[in-house]
């Protein structure tokens, strides 16, 4: 069965520290693989996608992360948090197990920032 | 250029009465997604339209709730004989084809009384 996991479902970390956001996905198939934002009150917001081009990814806003396909991997990183990063962030993948394209959400993760 | 659109933006209803909630897609887009977010919940997917053919509605919770989309456009999810459970925040997302970005639009908060 095809799934996605967000290992934490809260992650805290103060201003200025690394983010690490883990993703790990289960599909016999290639993956495309994407991270998203939803600030609070806000829609959601693509922050950066992989499509099997290179393995390290690089978004918006200094995000980046890096597919791993020996550990089914995806993890989201940001070298500095910033306040404005606190936000709910849902890793997403789009697998084709038949002629469609299947988009799964992971359950989320959501990010607190203290000053 | 014009984002997704939904209409209403909020919508207050009565237990046991339907309900329709409309989605607007980027145009050109032939991937259309409907998804519900409950408070403090992450998304739960509910169907997938590719043009206006719908191969995957397995995530549509009940028989209750059905959806449509005409001319490869418009799509409208119906909630018939609404209930308490089914109060949240129904997303819409459309993308150029399923495999791309997908740009949401701002959701229908429903809320049955």
């Known amino acids: 069965a095809q799934s996605v996991t967000q290992l934490d479902s809260h992650v805290s970390v103060s201003e200025g520290t690394p983010v690490l956001l883990r993703c790990n996905y289960s599909?016999?198939?290639?993956?495309?693989l994407f991270w998203y934002v939803q600030h609070p009150n806000k829609g959601l917001q693509l922050l950066l996608k992989?499509?099997?081009?290179?393995?390290l990814v690089k978004g918006i806003n200094g995000f980046e992360a890096e597919f791993k396909k020996s550990e089914t991997s995806f993890h989201l990183t940001k070298p500095s948090a910033h306040m404005s990063d606190a936000a709910e962030y849902f890793c997403?993948?789009?697998?084709?197990?038949?002629?469609?394209?299947?988009?799964?959400f992971g359950p989320g993760t959501s990010l607190s920032v203290i000053p | 250029g014009a984002g997704v659109s939904q209409s209403p933006s909020n919508k207050v209803t009565e237990k046991g009465k339907d309900v329709e909630l409309r989605c607007d897609p980027i145009?050109?887009?032939?991937?259309l997604y409907w998804y519900r977010q409950s408070l403090g919940q992450g998304l739960e997917f509910l169907i997938y339209f590719q043009g206006n053919s719908a191969p995957d509605k397995s995530g549509l919770p009940s028989d209750r709730f059905s959806a449509e989309r005409t001319g490869g456009s418009v799509s409208t999810l119906t909630i018939q004989r609404t209930q308490q459970e089914d109060s949240a925040v129904y997303l819409c997302a459309s993308s150029l084809t399923s495999d791309n970005e997908q740009f949401f639009g701002p959701g229908t908060r429903l809320t049955v009384l």
């Open positions: 997403v993948v789009t697998l084709q197990p038949t002629s469609y394209d299947k988009v799964i």
């Open positions: 992989y499509t099997s081009a290179a393995t």
């Open positions: 599909s016999s198939y290639s993956p495309s």
């Open positions: 145009s050109g887009h032939t991937a």
